[in-house]
């Protein structure tokens, strides 16, 4: 839920900005955002859930931790090739963006 409203100030603060001098950043701000809705943001909220209701719940045995975090880990390394060039692409986008 945080995140979800770290995204909305994001987005309107983003929506605030209406001077041609604002052009810019606001591209750049466009392209975090879409980075923060991408695979890889989803990913990151993904484990913080998994953390929270799988490791931090006192009710599971360690058997249970350890066989949910292995298919965690396989879930992860299976889709890891599928997100590997989107990410590094977007990521690239938003180095040059901020560098050049």
């Given at each position: ?8 100030l994001l987005e309107a603060y983003h929506d605030k900005l209406t001077d041609h001098q604002d052009l810019p950043l606001k ?74």
């Amino acid at each position: 839920q945080d995140a979800h409203r770290a995204l909305e100030l994001l987005e309107a603060y983003h929506d605030k900005l209406t001077d041609h001098q604002d052009l810019p950043l606001k591209n750049a701000i466009e392209n975090v955002i879409r980075i923060f809705k991408s695979c890889l943001f989803q990913a990151l909220l993904d484990i913080q859930e998994f953390y929270e209701v799988t490791l931090m719940n006192n009710e599971k045995s360690v058997h249970q931790k350890m066989m949910e975090t292995l298919s965690v880990a396989t879930n992860l390394e299976l889709n890891s090739e599928a997100l590997a060039f989107p990410i590094a692409y977007e990521v690239s986008d938003l180095f040059l963006l901020f560098f050049f």
